[in-house]
C-alpha cells in the first residue's frame, strides 16, 4: 500500500442490461410435444394420424442446421415413430418396441411454420409409419418411414463404464 496521498482512479460505469432467456411463443402442446394432437383413426383403413406444426422455435430444433439451415434431425423421426406405436399399441415393459427399419426420404427443412403429420397403419404385429409434411403446392412429402416391432426377448441391461479399462 503507498503512502498517501492515493492516486485518484476512474469510475467504472455501470452498464445495465437484460440477460432473460426470451419464452417460446408456440403454444404447448397436449400429449407428446413433437407427435402433437390426433390419433384419430381412420375407419376406412384404420391408420391412425396425428398433426403437429414444428418450427425452429419449438423446443432445440432450431439448433440442428445444414448448411446454415434449420432442419430435422433424423432422430426426430425416430422418436416420432416411437411415439405414434406407443401411442396407438401401448408399452409393454418386458417387450418394448423397437425399429427394424428407418428410411430417411427427404430432409424436412423448417423454415417457418411447417405442418407434419405422423401416420400409424398396419397390424399391432408389424405396424409402419410414416412422416409427411404439407408442401407449397398443396401436396406432401415424404420424409421418412419407419417398421416396428416388439423386442424379441428381454432388452439388455445398460452397461456400466470402467474408466480404469479404457484405452485412451
Known sequence: HPPEPHPVLPATPWHHGHHWIAGSLTAPVAGHPLLGIGGITDPTNGSRVWQRTLGPDVLWLGDHRVDDECVLAAGVYAELALAAVTAAFGADGDEPWVIRELCLDEAMALGGETVVVTRLSGERSSPR????????????????????????????????????AAVV
Do not use: Y
Open 129 to 164: 409409419v410414416e412422416v409427411r409434411s404439407a408442401g407449397g403446392d398443396g401436396g406432401w412429402t415424404l420424409h421418412a418411414s419407419a417398421l416396428l416391432e416388439r423386442a424379441a426377448g428381454s432388452v439388455p441391461e445398460l452397461l456400466e463404464f470402467d474408466e480404469a
